[in-house]
């Protein structure tokens, strides 16, 4: 299961403004370079066609799936936070309950919302991925 954390208002290439909702994992234990165990969660972003109202009413709501990474063609991610530039060669995705992770991957460079979230992990050095 994933849930929904918050949304956010995009504009497409034709100008027009969409709504994402931001969904998350449960949580994960992962183990460090150094050896130690931190807490995180994946997240992701899904396009929708709801408006903001919509969007506001679906937070906490919980959908069958699951967040899977993605390899694809390495590109440069500012982290919001800081300005540093990392190099990422991964994405994630939403994957539907009952479905495997071939049949919701497409090809070519991931926009930027789709991993803003994980930017914050990668830049992390300590980190094993």
């Known amino acids: 299961?994933?849930?929904?954390i918050d949304y956010k208002q995009r504009v497409n290439s034709d100008n027009e403004k969409f709504f994402s909702l931001i969904i998350q994992s449960g949580l994960e234990m992962?183990?460090?370079?150094?050896?130690?165990y931190y807490a995180t969660a994946k997240r992701t972003s899904i396009t929708?066609?709801?408006?903001?109202?919509?969007?506001?009413?679906?937070?906490?709501?919980?959908?069958?799936?699951?967040?899977?990474?993605?390899e694809c063609e390495p590109y440069e991610y500012a982290i919001p936070e800081s300005g540093e530039i990392v190099?990422?060669?991964?994405?994630w995705v939403y994957v539907p309950e009952g479905e495997n992770l071939e049949e919701n991957v497409f090809e070519g460079k991931p926009e930027g919302h789709q991993i803003e979230e994980e930017a914050e992990v990668a830049a992390n050095d300590d980190v094993d991925y």
Do not use: A, Q, Y
Request: aromatic share 2%; net charge positive.
């Open 30 to 36: 992962v183990k460090s370079k150094s050896g130690s």
């Open 48 to 70: 929708s066609t709801f408006d903001e109202e919509t969007c506001k009413s679906l937070l906490g709501s919980e959908i069958p799936g699951s967040i899977k990474k993605v």
């Open 1 to 4: 299961m994933v849930r929904i």
């Open 87 to 91: 190099n990422l060669s991964h994405r």
